[in-house]
């Protein structure tokens, strides 16, 4: 993703959520997606579909983070 998407999604995410902790940052090696943290924490991954333009966020949450 370009640098621009990053920040929009940045601020998004931190405004959706209401957390100022939250980071969107580049992958290394990828372009098509952008990571999701808070703080040192990984959350997921961000996609673009570029024919649609659209953004998915995929969480995944392990069975031992619920105990």
Do not use: C, H, T
């Not at 580049?26 to 372009?31: F, I």
């Amino acid at each position: 993703m370009k640098p621009d998407e990053i920040r929009k999604l940045d601020a998004y995410f931190k405004r959706v959520f209401q957390n100022p902790k939250l980071q969107v940052k580049a992958r290394p090696r990828k372009e098509d997606s952008a990571e999701v943290y808070v703080g040192d924490e990984f959350l997921g991954i961000v996609f673009k579909d570029e024919d649609e333009g659209d953004y998915n966020f995929s969480m995944a949450i392990l069975d031992v983070d619920l105990a």
